[in-house]
């Protein structure tokens, strides 16, 4: 029995749910990135390098969430991160 007022992700294939681990993983890479440049700076700011740590954690442990994730939630998870990306990015 299907709710009218839920809309029926199952023909997709893992569209949202693929989506969703795309932007994770793109925002991971970011951290990442920002890690690795942060280490090699000629005097690396300890503090900077602990929040970018921290936020990479916070991700790491959404991406794990999408594993579970039924498409209403990765499609959820997909916009926060989209968001997030674009303000990294644009930074």
């Known amino acids: 029995m299907s709710d009218p007022d839920i809309p029926d992700f199952s023909g997709l294939e893992g569209g949202e749910e693929q989506q969703a681990a795309d932007i994770v993983r793109d925002v991971v890479l970011w951290y990442s990135t920002q890690l690795a440049a942060e280490r090699r700076a000629p005097v690396p700011d300890e503090d900077r390098i602990e929040e970018l740590k921290q936020a990479r ?5 959404d991406q794990a969430q999408l594993a579970t994730a039924d498409p209403e939630e990765a499609a959820r998870i997909a ?13």
């Not at 916009?79 to 930074?91: D, G, N, P, Q, W």
């Open 79 to 91: 916009a926060v991160y989209a968001a997030r990306l674009k303000v990294l990015t644009e930074s």
């Open 57 to 61: 954690q916070a991700v790491l442990a």
